[in-house]
Nanobody
Framework: QVQLVESGGGLVQAGASLRLSCAAS????????LGWFRQAPGKERKFVAA????????YYADSVKGRFTISKDNAKTTVYLQMTVLKPEDTAVYYC??????????????WGQGTQVTVSS
């Protein structure tokens, strides 16, 4: 089992920055991947970014490239999503997820409870 606890969501104005955190615990060994997804009201959940724990390889959705940065703290087994130049269309519930499969699919094994990010115009 893997437990994922997200934090850092909130209400910000367009153009602002926000950092999300996801603390992982439990069966966090091997070549696992921690990713971020988001789901806006009435829309499907979409991939945002992911990072491979071994090697630190990162993956991003085209919609966030250049604005969002995913990083990790090995000692804390925590992944961060630094979001800059936020736009109203970034408004969504953001979920942290873990997998040992491909990082770019929705096939993640464990999910956090989600954290709300609201960007006002």
């Amino acid at each position: 089992q893997v437990q994922l606890v997200e934090s850092g969501g909130g209400l910000v104005q367009a153009g602002a920055s926000l950092r999300l955190s996801c603390a992982a615990s439990g069966r966090t060994f091997g070549d696992f991947i921690l990713g971020w997804f988001r789901q806006a009201p009435g829309k499907e959940r979409k991939f945002v970014a992911a990072i491979r724990w071994r090697g630190g390889y990162t993956y991003y959705a085209d919609s966030v490239k250049g604005r969002f940065t995913i990083s990790k703290d090995n000692a804390k087994t925590t992944v961060y999503l630094q979001m800059t130049v936020l736009k109203p269309e970034d408004t969504a519930v953001y979920y942290c997820a873990a997998t040992w499969n491909s990082p770019l699919t929705q096939d993640y094994d464990y999910w956090g409870q989600g954290t709300q990010v609201t960007v006002s115009s």
